[in-house]
Nanobody, 119 residues
């Protein structure tokens, strides 16, 4: 059974840092990504990684870094210089296609972890 389990969310002050983790079980995936959904907004793409290739939304480029540990089947999201507008539920996603910002390219989703950035 495939599972994606996120961890690492929490409350942080603006300008601070936070690292999210997503541990996958049941199989390995070509592509793993992060999406987020802020209150009252649609879920949006944040970043994705295909082995060593990465892709970032413009809103997080230069501040967020995605990485993966294939031995642990885990993907990480290092978030620096956090802004209030980064507040959202962050979802891990996994799929077998290449780098994509589209939700339809991902077959499995985690339950989400809350990130709240305060002023």
């Amino acid at each position: 059974q495939v599972q994606l389990v996120e961890s690492g969310g929490g409350l942080v002050q603006a300008g601070g840092s936070l690292t999210l983790s997503c541990a996958a079980s049941g199989r390995t995936f070509t592509t793993m990504g992060w999406f987020r959904q802020a209150p009252g907004k649609e879920r949006e793409f944040v970043t994705a990684i295909v082995w060593s290739g990465t892709y970032y939304a413009d809103s997080v480029k230069g501040r967020f870094t995605i990485s993966r540990d294939n031995a642990k089947n885990t993907v990480y999201l290092q978030m620096n210089s956090l802004k209030i507008e980064d507040t959202a539920v962050y979802y891990c996603a996994a799929g077998q296609y290449g780098l994509s910002r589209h939700e339809g390219a991902y077959d499995y989703w985690g339950q989400g972890t809350q990130v709240t950035v305060s002023s």
